[in-house]
C-alpha cells in the first residue's frame, strides 16, 4: 500500500500544481511540474550523457507530473513515454504537457521487450523497495546498448527512520543493484546546484498559489511534513542527489 504522505506529495500536489499553472499560464509548467529534484542544469546533463536526439522513444519512469519528459521533448526531439502510478499526477501531465500516460508502476511496464531507446528514472529508486525488480523491468524494455539517466537520493548511511514511503540505497547498494540487474555505470555526478532565477520564480509562484488555496488541507500538511524531514537529512549530509548515466548490456 502507497504511504498516504507519499500520495499526497506525488498525487494531491500534482493535481494542484495543474490547477496553479493553468491560472499563471503555460510558462510555469515544466519549472513547476519538475518539483523536488530536477533543474535545468541536471536535465541538460542528463540529455547530454544519454546523447538524446530527435525521435528517440524515451521512457520516463515514475515521471510524475511529466515536467522532464516535457523538458526533453522541447529541447531533443524526443517521443516521451510516461510510466506513472499515480492517477492524479498522470492526469496532470496529460492536461500540461499533452503527453502519452501509462498508469501503471516500475516493476510492471505494459510494453515490449527492446520497444524502448532510452529512459529515465528520476527522484523514483529511492521510494521504491523492490528497487531491483524496477531496474530488471527498465533494462526489460530498452533496446541493448540503451542508455539510462537516473536522479537518485542517495544515502551516506543506511537510514533507520526515513520519511513515510522513502527506502534510500546507499551509493554501494545503489552500484550493485544496478550491476546485477545488467547495466554498466558509465558516469556519476552530484547534482548542479545552480538553478536559474527565472525557473526558481516560476515554480515559486506555483508554490505560493498552492499554499494559498491548500494550506488547511491534511494532504498539504502531510506533503509539507516529508519536505521538512527531507530538508534536514540533506543539511545533516546524510543524502545528496547523485545523477548517473548507466547502459544496458
Known sequence: MTAAAMVAEFDDVAAWTAEAVEDLGDEHAIPAACRGSASPAALAWLAEACEL???????????????????????????????????????????????????????????????????????????VEDKAAVLREIHRVLVPRASLGLLVVVADRP???????????????????????????????????????????????????????????????????????LAALFDHGHLSLQLLHAVSL
Open 159 to 229: 537510514i533507520t527512520d526515513p520519511p513515510d514511503g522513502n527506502h534510500f540505497p546507499t551509493q554501494s547498494e545503489l552500484i550493485d543493484l544496478l550491476e546485477t540487474s545488467g547495466f554498466d555505470v558509465v558516469e556519476q555526478i552530484e547534482r548542479p546546484a545552480a538553478v536559474p532565477l527565472s525557473w526558481t520564480r516560476r515554480a515559486q509562484e506555483v508554490t505560493a498559489l498552492i499554499s494559498a488555496r491548500y494550506r488547511t488541507h491534511p494532504a498539504y500538511t502531510l506533503a509539507n511534513r516529508q519536505d521538512t524531514r
Open 53 to 127: 536526439s530527435a525521435g528517440d522513444r524515451l521512457l520516463d519512469v515514475g515521471a510524475g507530473s511529466g515536467g522532464p519528459a516535457a523538458w526533453a521533448a522541447k529541447r531533443f526531439g524526443v517521443r516521451p513515454i510516461l510510466l506513472e502510478p499515480m492517477p492524479a499526477a498522470g492526469r496532470a501531465a496529460s492536461k500540461l504537457f499533452g503527453l502519452p500516460v501509462l498508469t501503471a508502476d516500475g516493476q510492471r511496464i505494459p510494453l515490449r521487450t527492446d520497444s524502448v531507446d532510452v529512459a529515465w528514472c528520476l527522484g523514483v529508486l529511492c521510494t
